[in-house]
């Protein structure tokens, strides 16, 4: 080892005893470690019985649906059915947006209802400030502490006449840089750790997919060695340890608070979406244009009807060898469906558009970056629960139909009775609802790496800050 080495490790040394003797410093350092783990335990808890409680949930809707008696099968397209999203395996580290886009949907015929029973909405507004999870605590507060522990790393002892000392003795600017550099880099590690290390051990114990969870401890490392290394800048620019506080703390209450809350507002007056009212008022009138099949002097469908029943060669529906009303409630779903799809993918591009303004301002927040980062390799992130959405509208679509078809195959076309019905053994045939997990690698590809790059181009950035600031402090004390 060089004696330049020597010397660096030699002052991260020192700054490591100085913190050590700082009781306020490893006082709030415990706090923070202890609020980690707990998060990190409780969110576990949570995860395992949220996801007991939604597959419960679920066994019960579809027992109760397939002990329905002897039905029409329209009857049981509006009986409907419940489905329940599974949580991901890294929800318990970032929840994301899950607690505010609900987890069950209703299926049904002729409708395609959205999530409901979000957190949000039968929670506190506490939930609102953000849920204690390792996320939010390494996102808002683990900063907090980094800025307070390194804030003085350099003006404290410009502030004390020590710098003069250390210079006088050989010691390079650089040097004590790097030195105090490696120290804090060394606390980010130490504060980081207890959340990292469940995180790793969940994916070493085949509980988390690892890659994903590779990229998300780096991820974070990044993220809190980006408020290392500006604070050992601010130190190094700042002649007194008070004004690189204040400065360090008006940071981050710009960078963590304000730009956050205030990018969501900024995207929707930019792009704004139209109210669930307004959705639903909207799909009424196209419905209407598109046809009724409930109106037999319906244009489309007086076409529909010409149409088959040139194809089954009849020339009266009373002649047609399946039944009729079946036929006409199939073609009904295709045309309603194709509607609601067409203003799911406007909305869901509203939203990737809105998400997107975001992301691009991820150059004047870190924190926007390592969020949306951390959602995506989650699977929590908005385009994760699209995906959910989508896969129940395919299910929605394809149980529906087979209970159409149960309709056109199984009642007579003439003299059904006042109420027809089909064995209840029908209801067990249908298809039941299995979410896949989606790969986030695939899914959120680009995104990932669009904002890991963000995170290193603010490190190096921030590096490149404090060489220059190292070198102005030893040209100044030539």
């Known amino acids: 080892m060089s004696f330049r080495h020597t010397k660096v490790l030699r002052v991260a040394a020192e ?52 002990a329905q008696p002897d039905r029409h099968p329209h009857r049981m397209v509006h009986y409907g059915q419940f489905v329940f999203r599974p949580l991901s395996a890294l929800a318990f580290f970032d929840p994301g947006v899950d607690g505010f886009t609900g987890n069950t949907v209703f299926l049904e015929g002729h409708r ?12 506190s507004l506490l939930l609102r400030f953000g849920q204690l999870t390792p996320a939010f605590v390494l996102q808002t507060l683990a900063p907090l502490l980094i800025v307070f522990l390194a804030f003085g790393a350099v003006a404290r002892e410009r502030e004390q006449g020590t710098l003069r000392l250390l210079l006088a003795q050989g010691l390079r600017p650089s040097e004590l840089a790097a030195g105090k550099l490696l120290a804090h880099a060394g606390g980010v590690a130490a504060i980081a750790a207890p959340a990292l290390l469940v995180l790793a051990a969940v994916a070493l114990a085949g509980w988390a997919p ?20 500006g604070a050992l800048l601010v130190s190094l620019l700042v002649r007194r340890a008070r004004d690189a506080m204040l400065v360090l703390v008006a940071a981050w209450m710009g960078v963590v608070i304000l730009v956050p ?47 088959t029943l040139a194809r089954y060669g009849v020339d009266k529906v009373e002649d047609l060898p399946v039944q009729w009303a079946g036929l006409v409630g199939m073609e009904g779903e295709r045309l309603t469906s194709g509607l609601f799809d067409r203003h799911a993918r406007d909305a869901f591009a509203r939203e990737a558009a809105q998400n997107q303004l975001v992301r691009q301002f991820g150059v004047l927040s870190p924190l926007i970056a390592v969020r949306q980062l951390s959602m995506s390799l989650a699977a929590t992130d908005t385009e994760s629960h699209q995906d959910f959405l989508e896969q129940v509208e395919r299910h929605r679509y394809a149980f529906v139909q087979a209970l159409n078809l149960l309709q056109v195959t199984k009642i007579p076309n003439q003299n059904a009775g006042a109420d027809p019905r089909i064995s ?15 790969d986030v690698l695939q899914l959120a590809g680009e995104r990932i790496q669009a904002n890991l790059l963000v995170l290193f181009c603010w490190l190096a950035v921030l590096l490149a800050g404090c060489g220059l600031a190292a070198r102005r402090l030893e040209e100044a004390t030539r």
Do not use: C, M
Request: aromatic share 10%; net charge positive; no cysteine.
């Open 424 to 438: 209840a053994g029908h209801w067990k045939t249908l298809p039941g609802f299995t979410y896949r997990q989606p």
């Open 261 to 307: 809350r205030l990018l969501p507002e900024l995207a929707v007056a930019r792009l704004p979406t139209p109210t669930r009212i307004e959705t639903d008022v909207t799909i009424h009138r196209e419905l209407k244009r598109i046809g009724d099949s409930h109106n037999p002097d319906d244009p489309y469908f007086s076409e529909f009807k010409a149409k």
């Open 112 to 123: 395609q209802n959205s999530a409901n029973f979000s957190e949000a909405r039968q929670s």
């Open 15 to 66: 700054e490591w005893r100085a913190l050590v003797r700082n009781r306020v410093a490893v006082i709030a350092s415990l706090t923070l470690v202890a609020l980690l783990v707990t998060s990190a335990l409780l969110g576990l808890e949570q995860r395992e019985a949220t996801r007991a409680a939604r597959a419960r949930y679920q066994a019960t809707a579809d027992e109760a649906f397939d």
């Open 210 to 229: 690892p890659v994903p969870s590779l990229l998300l401890v780096s991820g974070y490392l990044v993220y809190l060695f980006i408020w290392a290394v």
